[in-house]
C-alpha cells in the first residue's frame, strides 16, 4: 500500500475501478441510450405531472430542431437557460445538448448586471427564461449578443387545465411574473411545435468539444466560466455510476432533485447520472418553502435525495417531516458545503439513513471524493477518491505533506475543466501544465485514505498566529440545542489580528449571547472562542443555500453584542 494513496487498500488487490472514458463519445450518446432503454419509464416529475424517457427524447427532439432549423444556430453556440427545476429544463437543456449548443446555466436570481455579466462573457446567442425572471433580461438584453428569446411559464408543459391555471395564479393572482416586454420573443410551446418538422440535426461530437459554460467564483470575485467538455461530463458520470455501483437499481430509482439543476452538483449528480441509470428526477421547484417540499416527499416514494447542510437542517426543523415515509430511501447525499455533524446525527435519527458526505468543485464536473455508499454514520470525512482520480495534499510550496498535516488539496483527473473560457491567465493560476487542479481547498487525510476539509483558504480565521477554521467552530456551535443555523468569521482586532465573530440564528428564542459564550468556553480553546456573537433573523445564502460567510464579512456595519 502506498503512502502517498492509502485509500487503494479498500479495493481487492489494491486497484480501485477504472472507468472507460471511451464508453461514450459525448454526453448526448448517454441521452440516447437512456431514451432508448427506458423509454417507457417516467423520467422527470414536477407538480404531479410525469415525463416519460420517451416523451423527453421527443421533446428535446422538437427543441433541437427548432434551435438548428428554424434558429440556424451552429455547434459551439452559446445558449444560456434561466430557469428553476420546471419540466422545461431537461427538455430545453438536451435539445440543447443534441444540438451540439454549449449550454449556460443561468441563476434565475441573478440581478440585471450580474445577468448581463455572464450573457456577454458568454457569448450567448439564445436564451430560455422562464416568465417570472423576463424582467431582468428586458434590462440587459439589448446590451448583449442574444438574438433568440424563448420565454416560458411555470405551467406550460403540465397540460390542460393544471397548467393553465397554475401560469394565471402566479400571475394575476400571486403577482409573481413582473410585466415584462420581449417583443420578439418566442413561447416555448410555440419553439416546440416549430421545431417539431425538422429531424434532429447531426452533430459530431467529441471528449474535446465545451458543452457546459458553468459559471463560478461568484463569491469571491468575478464569475468566470468553466469550460466543461463532453468528455469531463462523461467522465463524472461514469465516475459517480461506478461510485453508487450495486447500491442503485438502474429503472427503480426516484431520487429528489430540490438541488437547481442549473448547479453543478444537481446537474451531474441528479440530472445527469440517475438519468443515465433510467431514475425518476422528482423535481422541487422551490426548496425553500419548506412545509410544500415535505408534502412532495409524502407523495414521491423516494429512494435516494440529495442536498446541502443547509436543506437537510430545514427538513429536520419542518413540521411533519419526521412522519415522511423513509422506508425505501437507502441513499443521503450531501455536499455542496460542510455537512455539520450534529445535522447529520439527527437525520440519521429520524430517517434511519446516514448521510454521506461528498465533495467536489464547479471546476471538476464536480465530484472529486464520496464516502462509501454503505457508510453506516457519518464520519466527518468528505470520503475517498472517485475511480481514475488522484487527490494529493500540498504545501504552499508545491510539495506533498505527510499523512495527516493540513495543505491545499489538490486534483487531478479526466473531470477536471478544460479551463476558464476566454481567461488564460485565470486557468494558468489554478490548473497546471501535469494537470494538477489547485482547488483551494485546505485538507487533510488520515492514515485510511479519507480526506477531511479543513476549511476554505480564504475563509480561514489567523488570531494571534493561530489558524482557526470556521467550519470546526461551526460545527461545534451547531450542537447547541437552541442554534438553528451558524456562520463563524474573522473580524479585525487591534490585539490579536483578527477575532471569531459568530452570526447565530436562534431555534431557541431564549438563548443569550452569554450562555452561547459559556458554551464555547467549554467546547472550544481559548483562540477559537468567539468574541462577538450577533443574533439574526436570516443568515445570506446562495442559489443552493450554501451560507455566504463572505457577505457577512463584507459587511460595514452590524448590530454586534461584544464581549
Excluded at 468567539?530 to 452590524?558: M, T, Y
Amino acid at each position: 500500500m502506498s503512502n502517498e494513496r492509502p485509500w487503494l487498500a479498500h479495493y481487492p488487490d489494491g486497484v480501485p475501478p477504472q472507468i472507460d472514458i471511451n464508453a461514450y463519445a459525448s454526453v448526448a450518446a448517454v441521452l440516447e441510450e437512456s431514451f432508448e432503454r427506458y423509454r417507457d419509464r417516467p423520467g422527470f416529475a414536477n407538480f404531479g405531472k410525469q415525463l416519460s424517457y420517451g416523451q423527453v427524447d421527443e421533446l428535446s427532439r422538437q427543441f433541437a430542431g427548432y434551435l438548428t432549423g428554424v434558429l440556424q444556430l451552429a455547434k459551439g453556440d452559446r445558449i444560456a437557460i434561466m430557469m428553476p427545476n420546471v419540466l422545461q429544463y431537461p427538455i430545453a437543456l438536451f435539445g440543447a445538448l443534441r444540438a451540439g449548443l454549449v449550454v449556460v446555466n443561468t441563476n434565475p436570481m441573478y440581478t440585471a448586471r450580474e445577468l448581463k455579466h455572464q450573457l456577454e462573457d458568454a457569448g450567448a446567442k439564445a436564451i430560455v427564461v422562464l416568465d417570472n425572471f423576463a424582467a431582468t433580461l428586458q434590462q440587459v438584453v439589448a446590451e448583449t449578443e442574444v438574438k433568440h428569446i424563448i420565454t416560458t411559464g411555470i405551467g406550460d408543459m403540465l397540460g390542460f387545465p393544471k397548467g393553465a391555471l397554475i401560469n394565471f395564479v402566479l400571475k394575476h393572482v400571486k403577482k409573481m411574473v413582473p410585466a415584462f416586454n420581449l417583443p420578439h420573443a418566442v413561447s416555448f410551446r410555440d419553439a416546440l411545435a416549430q421545431g417539431a418538422p425538422h429531424p434532429l440535426p447531426k452533430v459530431t461530437l467529441t471528449h474535446d468539444d465545451v458543452a457546459f459554460l458553468q459559471y463560478t467564483g461568484g463569491t469571491t470575485g468575478v464569475a468566470k466560466g468553466a469550460m466543461l467538455t463532453h468528455g469531463n461530463m462523461v467522465a463524472n458520470m461514469l465516475q459517480a455510476g461506478a461510485w453508487v455501483g450495486t447500491n442503485v437499481k438502474p429503472g427503480e430509482e426516484v431520487i429528489i432533485t430540490a438541488l437547481p439543476l442549473y448547479h453543478i452538483f444537481s446537474l451531474t449528480a441528479n440530472g445527469l447520472v440517475f438519468m443515465r441509470l433510467g431514475g425518476l428526477n422528482w423535481m422541487i421547484t422551490n426548496p425553500r418553502d419548506m412545509p410544500g417540499f415535505v408534502k412532495e416527499l409524502k407523495k414521491s416514494k423516494f429512494t435516494a435525495l440529495t442536498g446541502v447542510n443547509t436543506l437537510f437542517n430545514g427538513l429536520l426543523n419542518t413540521p411533519g417531516f419526521a412522519e415522511v415515509d423513509f422506508s425505501r430511501l437507502h441513499l443521503t447525499l450531501g455536499g455542496g458545503m460542510a455537512v455539520q455533524r450534529a445535522v447529520a446525527e439527527r437525520w440519521k435519527k429520524v430517517t434511519g439513513i446516514a448521510l454521506a458526505e461528498a465533495y467536489g468543485l464547479t471546476e471538476t464536473s464536480p465530484a472529486v471524493c464520496i464516502n462509501p455508499l454503505d457508510l453506516k454514520d457519518y464520519n466527518s470525512s468528505i470520503g475517498l477518491p472517485v475511480p481514475s482520480t488522484d487527490v494529493a495534499i500540498w504545501s504552499e510550496d508545491g510539495q506533498p505533506l505527510p499523512m495527516g498535516e493540513a495543505g491545499e488539496l489538490m486534483v487531478r483527473g479526466p473531470q477536471v475543466m478544460k479551463g476558464y473560457w476566454q481567461r488564460p491567465d485565470e486557468t494558468t493560476k489554478v490548473l497546471g501544465a501535469d494537470g494538477w487542479l489547485h482547488t483551494g481547498d485546505i485538507a487533510r487525510m488520515d492514515e485510511n485514505g479519507y480526506f477531511y476539509i479543513v476549511d476554505r483558504k480564504k475563509d480561514m480565521i489567523l488570531v494571534s498566529g493561530f489558524n482557526v477554521y470556521p467550519n470546526e467552530v461551526e460545527d461545534i456551535v451547531m450542537t447547541h440545542p437552541g442554534v438553528a443555523e451558524v456562520a463563524a468569521v474573522g473580524v479585525p482586532d487591534e490585539h490579536s489580528g483578527e477575532v471569531v465573530k459568530l452570526f447565530v440564528v436562534r431555534k431557541d428564542p431564549n438563548l443569550t449571547v452569554e450562555a452561547l459564550k459559556e458554551f464555547c468556553r467549554e467546547n472550544l480553546t481559548g483562540y477559537k472562542r468567539p468574541k462577538i456573537i450577533e443574533f439574526r433573523d436570516a443568515l445570506p445564502k446562495s442559489n443552493v443555500g450554501k451560507i455566504l460567510r463572505r457577505e457577512l464579512r463584507d459587511e460595514k456595519k452590524s448590530a454586534a453584542t461584544s464581549a
